[in-house]
């Protein structure tokens, strides 16, 4: 008898060749959970405790998930999260201490499986949706289409935190390892990245980038409705309407009742 999770698993590895980001995790590992921007769980977390009006007993989708901080973090306050991830790798890091609360599977973002299952959808320092361009490109507009399924997988009255990156920071801060593609908004940077034994080895990142405007037309084609387009910086997420000097908008939407 084939599980949901194992036809999920097959569902991943039939899709299509995977995803360029299968081979950064692979190499990154632990050492992930090492990089500054990822030292900000706790002010993330507490940030959308208030904005999402999280509640203990609530079921959290994380999109994207990584080796698990915010699920983790979460599931600390006695909020059920399910964590996914592209990358076994990660999924498999995930699970190692996981709490109790928190459970985790290999998914692709591109095809999420859910259907009114969340009260809650977050996708957070583009760990999906920012991620679908460029090399994993698949079909006119991927990342709208990781939004679609995130957006399907909530409650009616459920609600949709989704970082993205600034076109407009990234334009502005463009470094001698960027090339940034005008046309599709992706940004391609050639970065150096370590491994857990310390070895360095540079590696290819494709980023889609996003205006405020663009996350309201894609959220309000996904069937949401727009609540706020915050500015944020990992680590620090506060209330502050878009600027160009932050790094990140966050997108907070509601799935309409009925």
């Known amino acids: ?56 007993g609530m079921r959290v989708l994380d999109v994207g998930c990584g080796p698990g901080r915010h699920a983790y973090a979460l599931a600390a306050l006695g909020i059920e999260v399910h964590g996914v991830d592209i990358a076994q790798t990660f999924i498999d890091i995930a699970r190692q201490d996981a709490p109790a609360l ?27 949706f920012g991620l679908a361009g460029g090399a994993a490109a698949v079909g006119p507009d991927p990342d709208g289409t990781v939004l679609d399924g995130m957006a399907r997988a909530l409650v009616p009255g459920g609600r949709i935190a989704v970082s993205a990156f600034s076109s407009y920071f990234q334009v502005n801060w463009l470094e001698d390892t960027d090339s940034f593609d005008a046309d599709a908004g992706v940004n391609h940077e050639l970065a150096p990245l370590k491994a857990p034994d310390g070895t360095e ?12 405007r663009e996350l309201r037309l ?23 309407t878009p600027e160009i ?14």
Request: with cysteine.
């Open 102 to 128: 928190a459970t985790f599977e290999r998914l692709d973002a591109r095809s999420l499986p859910f259907d009114g299952e969340f009260d809650a959808v977050i996708s957070l320092c583009q760990g999906a």
């Open 245 to 258: 000097n932050r790094p990140e908008f966050l997108l907070v939407a509601t799935r309409p009742m009925g």
């Open 218 to 240: 894609l959220a309000s084609r996904a069937g949401l409705q727009t609540d706020a387009v915050w500015s944020v910086t990992p680590g620090d997420y506060a209330r502050r």
């Open 201 to 212: 080895t540079l590696k290819d990142l494709w980023t889609t980038c996003f205006t405020p």
């Open 1 to 56: 008898m084939v599980t949901l999770g194992q036809q999920r698993k097959a569902d991943v590895s039939e899709s299509g060749e995977g995803h360029w980001f299968e081979g950064i995790a692979d190499h990154l590992g632990s050492s992930y959970l090492r990089y500054s921007f990822t030292m900000g769980t706790a002010n993330e977390v507490a940030f959308l405790i208030d904005e999402l009006e999280l509640k203990p």
